[in-house]
């Protein structure tokens, strides 16, 4: 069993950046997509980003395009999220996971315990 560990999220200005950090238990990691969801109060879990096994950044919300970069090191198990110019709307629990995509649907097999990101106004 997979485990993915997130860290980085914490309080942050608007306007202000985060990293997060996904750390997979396994070195199979690297034969894993990986994404990036995210859950606000009240909301429903969405996907932000996600990227294939070979580093190809294949989805990114509109919401995020051109502010939140996903990127990854098979070789340290780690996936990243570079999070820029942050909105209070962004405000949410941030959930790591990793799974397959056949026919362009992506299937989760593991998920992080989440790691809350909170932007002030």
């Known amino acids: 069993q997979v485990q993915l560990v997130e860290s980085g999220g914490g309080l942050v200005q608007a306007g202000g950046s985060l990293r997060l950090s996904c750390a997979a238990s396994?070195?199979?990691?690297?034969?894993?997509?990986m994404g990036w969801f995210r859950q606000a109060p009240g909301r429903e879990r969405e996907l932000v980003v996600r990227?294939?096994?070979?580093?190809?950044?294949?989805y990114h919300a509109d919401s995020v395009k051109g502010r939140f970069t996903i990127s990854r090191d098979n070789a340290e198990n780690t996936v990243y999220l570079e999070m820029n110019s942050l909105k209070p709307e962004d405000t949410a629990v941030y959930y790591c996971?990793?799974?397959?995509?056949?026919?362009?649907?992506?299937?989760?097999?593991?998920w992080g315990q989440g790691t809350q990101v909170t932007v002030s106004s």
């Open positions: 996971s990793a799974g397959i995509v056949r026919g362009g649907l992506y299937k989760v097999n593991h």
């Open positions: 396994e070195p199979t990691l690297g034969t894993y997509a």
């Open positions: 990227i294939s096994w070979n580093g190809e950044v294949t």
